[in-house]
């Protein structure tokens, strides 16, 4: 599904992500964890094309897509959501949703001229049922903008959705969340899963990376340390140095 | 008691023409302001790129005697011409962040532009083709011209596509997605660069009809034209709010009717010092636009 093969990025002397692989299977939940400043973010950056790689390749569904901009990534099948919301805010929420769902429709079907003059079509039903999913059912004719901080993370996962990804990048998508909208994320994230969407969970919450994701790989300056299903990673202890540090004989 | 009926009649008819020949001010306006909402820059070269469009259709005019439809035609499509070639020299290499060298760079294309009208015209004016300038309504005691309310409707109906273009179709969508939220715009699929320049097209359009109502209404085109429109534009799109397209068109004809009333009560000369004024005193006291609220102070 997704495969990455030795991919770096370097900021100038600083190895955000160094020479890392990974694959992703199709309907995995994949869980990427570590400490602060340890590549998550930029790896998310990277498959979805705001960054280029300085070396290695992404492959998706086989297509090697670091070449492609974050608009023909989204065509190729790779959808996000952001750390800090990105919402359109002067816009319906339906609105925020049509954007994403019209893009990957129209791309390649209409010459330009149509897809650019042409009416904007929408699919209501589809947007309905994507605000049902996200608790927002009945509220599409509020701005985006005005919407409680909660809901705004929902309606940007809805808003991914719409673009019908094969691949789901959710980058700390439970940031600020308390612990009732967390349980429902998981309900969410789980929901996804089964339609056969694969999925990239960045988060720092344990209780959510644990209890939703099929693997993990755990990251440190820019390298992976360790990889598996929560419980070998729970038990692991370089895990368990990268985050607390090497237990120190204090007698 | 006459002369006080007399005053107001012709300040009521300074006004009337001020508004009609104001709807080409707002054009301006729009233009200046749809571009900043777009890309949150502001393209200079915008005035002049119109009267150039303009200029193109003269062009047709004085070479091949074309009908006054075809001139305002040709003006509309060299002005989106221009328009696309200004994005691809000033704007679109340039990095996003770097609003200084966008501005800059738009600044030497104004000249440029400007350099290139007054070599082709030897810098003297050139008279333009108007449409129903014999034409002229009775209200009462006011006159209105044909001319300049055609000029009006003309603009009235641009306005009138341009809404459409904004609210009804994908590119519309999509400009406001860029606009608002630019990364995630991309990666919801929008070719930002594409749009970007799909906006200058239609910028430049909307500048086409403009520069060439500008011609109508003043009768002839000279060089002299893009500094006081490019400055009348600017300070439309300050009144109305940088980005906000209902306050240019209010702001527009407002500079119209102002412009008309204080050239008929102190003279061309003072005319533009009180222009210059009204800026001011928005940028003092309202400076986010018309329709935004009053400025908070500390």
Redesign the interface.
Same mark, same amino acid.
């Given at each position: 599904m997704l495969k990455l093969e030795n991919l770096s990025k370097h900021f100038g002397g600083v190895r955000a992500v160094d020479d890392l692989s990974i694959e992703v299977n199709r309907g995995e939940v994949f869980g990427l964890i570590g400490p602060n400043g340890s590549g998550k973010s930029t790896i998310v950056n990277l498959i979805? $094309? *705001?960054y280029t790689p300085t070396a290695g390749s992404i492959r998706l569904l086989g297509n090697e897509i670091s070449g492609l901009?974050?608009?023909r &990534? +989204? *065509?190729a099948g790779v =959808? &996000?959501t #952001?750390q800090n919301i990105? +919402? #359109? !805010? !002067?816009?319906p929420v339906w609105?925020n949703l049509? *954007? @994403?769902q019209?893009?990957?429709e !129209? =791309?390649n079907k209409h010459n330009l001229l149509r &897809?650019? #003059? $042409? $009416? =904007?079509g929408s699919d209501r039903d589809e947007i309905d049922a994507l605000l049902e999913f996200s608790g927002l059912g009945g509220r599409g004719g509020e701005l985006a903008g005005s919407l409680a901080f909660g809901e705004q993370r929902r309606l940007e996962l809805a &808003?991914a959705v719409a @673009?019908k990804p094969q691949l789901l990048l959710l980058d700390e998508p439970a940031a600020g969340m308390n612990f009732d909208e967390i349980k429902d994320l998981a309900k969410r994230i789980k929901g996804l899963r089964e339609q056969d969407m694969s999925i990239i969970l960045v988060e720092h919450i344990m209780e959510l990376v644990m209890g939703v994701t099929d693997r993990i790989a755990v990251l440190n300056f820019g390298g992976k340390i360790a990889e598996g299903t929560p419980d070998e990673i729970q038990k692991s202890s370089v895990v368990q140095e990268a985050y607390l540090g090497k237990p120190q004989d204090v007698a | 008691m006459d002369d006080i009926v007399f005053y107001t009649v012709e300040i009521i008819q300074s006004i009337i023409d001020g508004v009609l020949f104001g709807s080409t001010y707002a054009l301006i306006g729009i233009g200046f302001t749809l571009i900043f909402g777009a890309m949150h820059k502001l393209n200079m070269t915008y005035a002049a790129a119109s009267l150039a469009g303009a200029y193109i259709g003269l062009a047709f005019f004085t070479l091949f005697d074309a009908p006054v439809m075809l001139v305002f035609l040709a003006a509309i499509v060299g002005s989106a011409g221009i328009g696309l070639i200004v994005y691809y020299i000033c704007f679109r290499y340039i990095p996003v962040e770097d609003h200084l060298a966008a501005l800059m760079a738009s600044v030497g294309a104004l000249f440029f532009i400007d350099e290139i009208v007054i070599h082709a015209t030897n810098a003297s004016p050139l008279t333009f083709p108007a449409l129903f300038d014999d034409v002229m309504f009775e209200l009462g005691p006011f006159g209105i011209r044909g001319d300049l309310l055609f000029v009006f409707a003309v603009s009235l109906i641009s306005m009138a596509a341009l809404w459409y273009v904004l609210y009804r179709t994908r590119l519309g969508l999509a400009t406001r997605a860029v606009s608002q939220q630019g990364i995630a715009a991309q990666l919801c699929g929008i070719d930002i660069h594409r749009t970007n320049g799909t906006t200058f097209v239609v910028a430049g359009m909307l500048g086409g009809v403009a520069g060439s109502m500008i011609g109508a209404s003043v009768g002839i085109l000279s060089p002299l034209l893009t500094l006081p429109i490019t400055i009348k534009g600017l300070i439309v799109t300050v009144i109305g709010g940088l980005g906000s397209i209902p306050g240019a068109i209010v702001a527009g004809f407002l500079v119209g009717a102002l412009e008309n009333v204080f050239l008929f009560v102190r003279g061309v000369n003072e005319r533009d010092m009180y222009i210059m004024l009204l800026l001011f005193v928005f940028l003092v006291f309202r400076p986010h636009g018309i329709f935004s609220r009053r400025a908070e102070r500390d």
């Open positions: 979805c $094309g *705001v901009t974050p608009n &990534r +989204l *065509v =959808a &996000r #952001f990105r +919402l #359109f !805010d !002067d816009m609105k049509w *954007v @994403a019209n893009s990957t !129209d =791309a &897809r650019w #003059f $042409g $009416g =904007a &808003r @673009a | -």
